[in-house]
């Protein structure tokens, strides 16, 4: 387990909440696009209300799982799950001094192999 300082924690929160705002953009504009395409202007709108109703509580559970009940403790799993994810980019960890950038780097090449 990482231990993050005070000032990491920071850090953390702060990248923690650009994730949830990406992949929040990202849903968004995923649900825009179904909403203008011709499937949503020819299928039967109840069919469309049940595709639209699994794909918002499909989501809803990912979001709670990623965000939901986080403590410090927390922190730095959530934010290598984020960068393993590739909602976070390398110029967003950059902001952790070095020794927490090459933690997440490493771990995330050792996956990657």
């Known amino acids: ?10 850090i ?7 994730g949830l705002q990406r992949e929040c953009k990202s ?3 995923q649900i825009e696009k179904f909403t203008n395409s011709q499937e949503w ?12 109703y699994k794909e918002v509580t499909s989501f809803d559970k990912h979001i709670a799982q990623q965000y ?3 403590t410090g403790s927390r922190y730095f799993d959530t934010v290598f799950n984020l ?11 950059a902001r ?4 927490v950038q090459n933690k997440l780097l490493g771990i995330k090449n050792l996956f990657q192999q």
């Open 68 to 70: 939901n009940n986080l």
């Open 41 to 52: 202007k020819t299928r039967d709108p109840h069919e469309l209300y049940i595709k639209l």
């Open 96 to 99: 952790f001094d070095v020794e």
């Open 83 to 93: 960068f393993w994810q590739d909602v976070l980019t390398t110029d967003d960890i």
């Open 1 to 10: 387990m990482i231990e993050l300082s005070k000032n990491q924690k920071k």
């Open 27 to 29: 849903f968004t504009t």
């Open 12 to 18: 953390a929160r702060e990248l923690i909440q650009l």
